[in-house]
Protein backbone atom coordinates (compact mmCIF):
# COMPACT_ATOMS: atom_id res chain seq x y z
CA UNK A 1 0.00 0.00 0.00
CA UNK A 2 2.60 2.70 -0.93
CA UNK A 3 6.37 2.92 0.27
CA UNK A 4 7.68 3.55 3.68
CA UNK A 5 10.35 5.70 4.90
CA UNK A 6 11.62 5.48 7.93
CA UNK A 7 13.24 7.77 10.05
CA UNK A 8 16.62 8.82 9.54
CA UNK A 9 19.02 8.21 12.74
CA UNK A 10 22.12 10.81 12.97
CA UNK A 11 25.68 10.05 13.82
CA UNK A 12 26.69 10.14 17.18
CA UNK A 13 28.29 13.72 17.88
CA UNK A 14 31.22 14.02 20.27
CA UNK A 15 29.10 15.52 23.35
CA UNK A 16 27.55 11.65 22.65
CA UNK A 17 30.77 10.54 23.30
CA UNK A 18 32.08 12.63 26.39
CA UNK A 19 28.86 11.69 27.65
CA UNK A 20 29.17 7.78 27.36
CA UNK A 21 32.38 8.30 28.53
CA UNK A 22 31.42 9.68 31.76
CA UNK A 23 28.48 7.44 32.46
CA UNK A 24 31.38 4.23 31.80
CA UNK A 25 33.56 5.45 34.12
CA UNK A 26 31.09 5.69 37.14
CA UNK A 27 29.60 2.43 36.97
CA UNK A 28 33.52 1.20 36.97
CA UNK A 29 33.83 3.13 39.89
CA UNK A 30 37.06 5.18 38.68
CA UNK A 31 37.88 8.81 37.75
CA UNK A 32 37.22 9.14 34.31
CA UNK A 33 40.19 9.61 31.88
CA UNK A 34 39.34 12.53 29.88
CA UNK A 35 38.84 15.78 31.99
CA UNK A 36 36.19 16.65 30.00
CA UNK A 37 34.29 14.26 30.98
CA UNK A 38 33.75 15.88 34.35
CA UNK A 39 31.78 18.68 33.01
CA UNK A 40 28.16 18.86 34.06
CA UNK A 41 25.63 17.46 31.71
CA UNK A 42 24.07 19.71 29.51
CA UNK A 43 20.52 19.50 28.22
CA UNK A 44 21.79 18.03 25.31
CA UNK A 45 23.67 15.07 26.54
CA UNK A 46 21.30 14.54 29.29
CA UNK A 47 18.87 14.03 26.29
CA UNK A 48 21.28 11.83 24.77
CA UNK A 49 22.15 9.56 28.00
CA UNK A 50 18.23 9.19 28.79
CA UNK A 51 16.99 8.07 24.94
CA UNK A 52 19.99 5.51 24.59
CA UNK A 53 20.87 6.75 21.46
CA UNK A 54 22.21 9.81 19.63
CA UNK A 55 20.00 12.28 17.61
CA UNK A 56 20.08 14.89 14.92
CA UNK A 57 19.32 18.81 17.11
CA UNK A 58 18.12 19.33 13.50
CA UNK A 59 14.29 20.75 14.43
CA UNK A 60 13.21 20.33 10.69
CA UNK A 61 14.06 16.60 10.07
CA UNK A 62 11.61 14.86 8.14
CA UNK A 63 9.32 12.93 10.63
CA UNK A 64 8.43 10.08 8.58
CA UNK A 65 6.62 9.70 4.62
CA UNK A 66 5.85 12.92 2.97
CA UNK A 67 1.79 12.81 3.28
CA UNK A 68 2.20 12.82 7.16
CA UNK A 69 3.20 16.41 6.75
CA UNK A 70 -0.50 17.46 6.03
CA UNK A 71 -1.75 15.85 8.98
CA UNK A 72 -2.64 18.42 11.62
CA UNK A 73 -5.21 17.48 13.93
CA UNK A 74 -6.32 14.14 15.95
CA UNK A 75 -9.93 14.85 14.22
CA UNK A 76 -11.19 11.67 12.03
CA UNK A 77 -11.44 11.88 8.51
CA UNK A 78 -14.93 12.40 7.17
CA UNK A 79 -14.40 9.81 4.24
CA UNK A 80 -15.17 11.18 0.47
CA UNK A 81 -16.90 14.06 -0.21
CA UNK A 82 -19.09 11.58 -2.59
CA UNK A 83 -19.66 9.22 0.49
CA UNK A 84 -21.65 11.93 2.55
CA UNK A 85 -24.53 10.13 1.31
CA UNK A 86 -23.38 6.68 0.86
CA UNK A 87 -24.89 5.24 3.72
CA UNK A 88 -28.43 6.08 3.07
CA UNK A 89 -28.28 5.47 -0.29
CA UNK A 90 -27.61 1.69 0.30
CA UNK A 91 -30.73 1.70 2.18
CA UNK A 92 -32.85 3.85 0.01
CA UNK A 93 -31.91 2.84 -3.03
CA UNK A 94 -30.61 -0.69 -3.57
CA UNK A 95 -29.59 -2.66 -6.70
CA UNK A 96 -32.80 -4.68 -7.69
CA UNK A 97 -33.36 -6.85 -10.25
CA UNK A 98 -35.61 -7.34 -13.43
CA UNK A 99 -36.67 -10.42 -14.74
CA UNK A 100 -33.60 -13.12 -14.03
CA UNK A 101 -30.06 -12.92 -13.53
CA UNK A 102 -27.36 -15.12 -12.97
CA UNK A 103 -23.79 -14.39 -11.93
CA UNK A 104 -20.50 -17.24 -11.37
CA UNK A 105 -17.46 -16.21 -10.86
CA UNK A 106 -14.34 -18.35 -10.81
CA UNK A 107 -11.15 -17.60 -8.98
CA UNK A 108 -7.83 -18.25 -10.96
CA UNK A 109 -5.34 -17.41 -8.59
CA UNK A 110 -5.31 -14.83 -5.20
CA UNK A 111 -5.04 -12.18 -7.96
CA UNK A 112 -7.12 -13.07 -10.98
CA UNK A 113 -10.50 -14.25 -11.60
CA UNK A 114 -12.75 -15.15 -14.15
CA UNK A 115 -16.85 -14.55 -14.45
CA UNK A 116 -19.53 -14.34 -16.72
CA UNK A 117 -23.45 -13.05 -16.20
CA UNK A 118 -26.95 -13.33 -17.79
CA UNK A 119 -29.58 -11.29 -17.38
CA UNK A 120 -33.03 -11.89 -18.70
CA UNK A 121 -36.72 -11.61 -18.30
CA UNK A 122 -36.62 -7.35 -18.51
CA UNK A 123 -39.21 -6.20 -20.41
CA UNK A 124 -37.92 -3.37 -21.48
CA UNK A 125 -34.40 -4.20 -22.17
CA UNK A 126 -33.62 -7.96 -24.29
CA UNK A 127 -31.55 -10.36 -22.68
CA UNK A 128 -27.98 -9.91 -22.07
CA UNK A 129 -24.63 -12.00 -21.51
CA UNK A 130 -21.61 -10.49 -20.01
CA UNK A 131 -17.65 -11.67 -19.74
CA UNK A 132 -15.97 -10.46 -16.62
CA UNK A 133 -12.68 -10.64 -15.96
CA UNK A 134 -10.93 -9.19 -12.69
CA UNK A 135 -7.33 -8.66 -11.48
CA UNK A 136 -7.06 -7.36 -7.89
CA UNK A 137 -3.82 -6.88 -5.75
CA UNK A 138 -2.94 -4.56 -3.07
CA UNK A 139 -1.97 -1.46 -4.65
CA UNK A 140 -4.31 -2.15 -8.27
CA UNK A 141 -7.64 -3.28 -9.06
CA UNK A 142 -8.86 -3.79 -12.60
CA UNK A 143 -12.16 -4.91 -13.12
CA UNK A 144 -13.81 -5.38 -16.56
CA UNK A 145 -16.93 -6.67 -18.71
CA UNK A 146 -17.73 -7.08 -21.99
CA UNK A 147 -21.16 -7.86 -23.56
CA UNK A 148 -20.80 -9.22 -27.23
CA UNK A 149 -24.29 -8.73 -27.85
CA UNK A 150 -23.78 -5.14 -28.02
CA UNK A 151 -20.05 -5.04 -28.51
CA UNK A 152 -19.80 -3.14 -25.07
CA UNK A 153 -16.36 -2.88 -22.87
CA UNK A 154 -16.50 -1.52 -19.55
CA UNK A 155 -13.47 -1.03 -17.38
CA UNK A 156 -12.78 -0.06 -14.18
CA UNK A 157 -9.00 0.53 -12.47
CA UNK A 158 -8.39 1.62 -8.95
CA UNK A 159 -4.49 2.08 -7.63
CA UNK A 160 -3.33 3.21 -4.62
CA UNK A 161 -0.86 5.45 -5.40
CA UNK A 162 0.18 5.78 -1.43
CA UNK A 163 -1.95 5.18 1.97
CA UNK A 164 -3.76 8.37 1.29
CA UNK A 165 -3.59 8.98 -2.45
CA UNK A 166 -5.64 6.87 -5.00
CA UNK A 167 -6.96 6.97 -8.40
CA UNK A 168 -10.15 5.93 -9.94
CA UNK A 169 -9.88 5.54 -13.86
CA UNK A 170 -13.33 4.24 -15.27
CA UNK A 171 -14.24 3.50 -19.39
CA UNK A 172 -17.21 2.54 -20.82
CA UNK A 173 -16.54 2.25 -24.81
CA UNK A 174 -19.57 1.05 -27.30
CA UNK A 175 -19.77 0.94 -31.11
CA UNK A 176 -22.23 3.53 -31.51
CA UNK A 177 -20.94 7.08 -32.49
CA UNK A 178 -21.05 9.34 -29.23
CA UNK A 179 -21.59 6.03 -26.66
CA UNK A 180 -18.08 5.87 -24.95
CA UNK A 181 -17.37 8.00 -22.08
CA UNK A 182 -14.79 7.79 -19.13
CA UNK A 183 -13.55 9.73 -15.99
CA UNK A 184 -10.76 10.38 -14.16
CA UNK A 185 -10.65 10.66 -10.29
CA UNK A 186 -7.60 11.60 -8.07
CA UNK A 187 -8.57 11.02 -4.36
CA UNK A 188 -6.75 11.97 -1.20
CA UNK A 189 -7.50 11.24 2.03
CA UNK A 190 -5.91 13.42 4.98
CA UNK A 191 -5.76 12.95 8.78
CA UNK A 192 -9.25 15.23 8.80
CA UNK A 193 -9.72 16.11 5.55
CA UNK A 194 -10.43 14.89 2.17
CA UNK A 195 -10.03 16.02 -0.96
CA UNK A 196 -11.25 14.88 -4.97
CA UNK A 197 -9.78 16.03 -8.59
CA UNK A 198 -12.64 14.24 -11.12
CA UNK A 199 -12.62 14.74 -15.04
CA UNK A 200 -14.81 13.63 -16.92
CA UNK A 201 -16.59 14.07 -20.36
CA UNK A 202 -15.24 17.22 -20.68
CA UNK A 203 -16.42 18.15 -17.13
CA UNK A 204 -13.94 19.43 -14.42
CA UNK A 205 -14.49 19.09 -10.62
CA UNK A 206 -13.09 19.84 -7.04
CA UNK A 207 -14.33 18.99 -4.04
CA UNK A 208 -13.45 18.98 -0.30
CA UNK A 209 -14.19 18.11 3.17
CA UNK A 210 -13.11 18.83 6.49
CA UNK A 211 -13.37 17.18 10.19
CA UNK A 212 -14.45 20.36 12.19
CA UNK A 213 -15.65 18.75 15.37
CA UNK A 214 -15.47 14.80 16.42
CA UNK A 215 -19.15 15.20 14.98
CA UNK A 216 -19.26 17.39 12.10
CA UNK A 217 -17.51 18.17 8.96
CA UNK A 218 -18.12 20.81 6.20
CA UNK A 219 -17.45 21.00 2.92
CA UNK A 220 -18.12 21.90 -1.23
CA UNK A 221 -17.98 20.94 -4.54
CA UNK A 222 -17.86 22.85 -7.94
CA UNK A 223 -18.11 21.85 -11.12
CA UNK A 224 -17.63 23.12 -14.76
CA UNK A 225 -19.16 21.66 -17.63
CA UNK A 226 -17.55 22.54 -21.05
CA UNK A 227 -19.80 21.61 -23.95
CA UNK A 228 -22.96 23.33 -21.80
CA UNK A 229 -21.19 26.15 -20.42
CA UNK A 230 -22.34 25.19 -17.35
CA UNK A 231 -21.05 25.56 -13.41
CA UNK A 232 -22.77 25.18 -10.61
CA UNK A 233 -21.67 25.18 -6.71
CA UNK A 234 -22.69 22.98 -3.82
CA UNK A 235 -21.89 23.48 -0.33
CA UNK A 236 -22.59 20.41 2.15
CA UNK A 237 -22.22 19.06 6.22
CA UNK A 238 -22.40 16.33 7.50
CA UNK A 239 -23.37 15.02 10.97
CA UNK A 240 -22.18 11.77 12.70
CA UNK A 241 -22.17 9.99 15.81
CA UNK A 242 -21.85 5.88 16.69
CA UNK A 243 -25.89 5.67 15.94
CA UNK A 244 -26.73 8.24 13.50
CA UNK A 245 -25.40 10.06 10.48
CA UNK A 246 -27.13 13.00 9.19
CA UNK A 247 -26.24 15.37 5.95
CA UNK A 248 -27.32 17.85 4.19
CA UNK A 249 -26.79 19.62 0.50
CA UNK A 250 -27.58 23.03 -1.15
CA UNK A 251 -26.12 23.57 -4.73
CA UNK A 252 -26.31 26.78 -6.99
CA UNK A 253 -28.98 25.02 -9.24
CA UNK A 254 -31.99 24.32 -7.02
CA UNK A 255 -31.90 20.83 -5.19
CA UNK A 256 -31.75 20.75 -1.64
CA UNK A 257 -31.13 17.29 -0.20
CA UNK A 258 -31.64 16.39 3.52
CA UNK A 259 -30.89 12.51 4.38
CA UNK A 260 -30.88 10.93 7.66
CA UNK A 261 -29.54 7.66 9.02
CA UNK A 262 -30.44 5.87 12.59
CA UNK A 263 -28.81 2.24 13.63
CA UNK A 264 -30.77 1.43 16.64
CA UNK A 265 -28.68 -1.54 17.00
CA UNK A 266 -25.62 -3.35 14.51
CA UNK A 267 -28.77 -5.43 12.89
CA UNK A 268 -31.29 -2.68 12.14
CA UNK A 269 -31.37 0.46 10.91
CA UNK A 270 -33.40 3.01 8.98
CA UNK A 271 -33.09 5.82 7.13
CA UNK A 272 -35.19 8.75 5.25
CA UNK A 273 -34.26 11.28 2.79
CA UNK A 274 -36.13 14.79 1.87
CA UNK A 275 -35.49 16.11 -1.75
CA UNK A 276 -36.95 19.75 -2.59
CA UNK A 277 -36.37 21.64 -5.08
CA UNK A 278 -36.20 25.20 -4.69
CA UNK A 279 -36.42 26.33 -8.17
CA UNK A 280 -40.01 23.75 -9.20
CA UNK A 281 -41.20 23.54 -5.62
CA UNK A 282 -40.98 19.77 -6.65
CA UNK A 283 -40.48 17.80 -3.52
CA UNK A 284 -39.91 14.01 -2.60
CA UNK A 285 -39.68 11.86 0.75
CA UNK A 286 -38.68 8.76 1.01
CA UNK A 287 -38.65 6.42 3.98
CA UNK A 288 -36.06 3.19 4.55
CA UNK A 289 -34.89 0.03 6.71
CA UNK A 290 -32.16 -2.67 6.54
CA UNK A 291 -32.19 -5.64 8.46
CA UNK A 292 -29.18 -7.81 8.71
CA UNK A 293 -30.14 -11.25 9.70
CA UNK A 294 -27.91 -14.17 10.33
CA UNK A 295 -27.44 -15.31 7.05
CA UNK A 296 -29.71 -12.71 4.78
CA UNK A 297 -29.97 -9.32 4.46
CA UNK A 298 -33.76 -6.96 3.87
CA UNK A 299 -33.50 -3.56 2.64
CA UNK A 300 -36.69 -1.68 1.76
CA UNK A 301 -38.60 1.63 0.71
CA UNK A 302 -41.18 3.19 0.58
CA UNK A 303 -41.66 6.97 -1.32
CA UNK A 304 -44.31 9.88 -1.57
CA UNK A 305 -45.55 9.00 -4.71
CA UNK A 306 -46.45 5.32 -3.30
CA UNK A 307 -43.39 3.65 -5.15
CA UNK A 308 -42.87 0.31 -2.94
CA UNK A 309 -39.52 -1.41 -3.48
CA UNK A 310 -37.85 -4.21 -0.95
CA UNK A 311 -34.94 -6.86 -1.94
CA UNK A 312 -34.35 -10.10 -0.07
CA UNK A 313 -30.37 -11.62 -0.13
CA UNK A 314 -30.27 -14.81 1.55
CA UNK A 315 -26.58 -16.31 2.11
CA UNK A 316 -26.43 -20.15 1.77
CA UNK A 317 -22.82 -20.24 2.09
CA UNK A 318 -19.59 -18.24 1.26
CA UNK A 319 -20.15 -19.03 -2.37
CA UNK A 320 -23.80 -19.21 -3.00
CA UNK A 321 -26.24 -16.42 -2.75
CA UNK A 322 -29.79 -15.89 -3.77
CA UNK A 323 -31.52 -12.75 -4.51
CA UNK A 324 -34.98 -11.75 -4.37
CA UNK A 325 -36.59 -8.35 -5.24
CA UNK A 326 -39.65 -6.79 -5.81
CA UNK A 327 -40.89 -3.07 -7.19
CA UNK A 328 -44.40 -1.42 -6.95
CA UNK A 329 -45.47 1.63 -8.31
CA UNK A 330 -49.20 2.19 -7.97
CA UNK A 331 -49.32 5.36 -9.67
CA UNK A 332 -47.79 4.33 -12.61
CA UNK A 333 -49.20 0.87 -12.43
CA UNK A 334 -45.97 -0.44 -13.29
CA UNK A 335 -44.45 -3.74 -11.11
CA UNK A 336 -41.25 -5.72 -11.73
CA UNK A 337 -39.89 -8.13 -9.92
CA UNK A 338 -36.65 -10.41 -9.98
CA UNK A 339 -34.45 -13.28 -8.85
CA UNK A 340 -31.00 -14.01 -8.79
CA UNK A 341 -28.47 -16.21 -8.37
CA UNK A 342 -24.56 -16.22 -7.58
CA UNK A 343 -22.36 -18.62 -7.25
CA UNK A 344 -18.69 -18.15 -6.77
CA UNK A 345 -16.26 -15.93 -5.42
CA UNK A 346 -16.47 -16.92 -1.52
Avoid at 46 to 52: H, V
Avoid at 148 to 162: E, L, Y
Amino acid sequence: MGTTFSRAEAEASPAASVAASAVASAEAGSKPSNPASTAPLTPFTSRILSNGKSSSPKKNAPSGPWWRTFERSELPNPGGYEEITQEAIMILRPNLIEGMQFNFTAPISNTFALGSSVEMGAKDSPGVFAFNANYFTNRIVMMSRTTPSDGRVNGRIFINHTPALTSKIIADVGLEPDSSKGSWDLDYRGSDYSGQLKFANGMVAVSYLQSVAPWLALGGEGFYQHKSCFSAITLAGKYFTKDDTASVSLSSFGPIVANYVHRVNPKVSFATEIFVDARTRDSHLTLGYRFDLKSATVIGHVDSTGRVAATLEEKINPALSLTLSGELDHSKEDYKFGFGVNIGGG
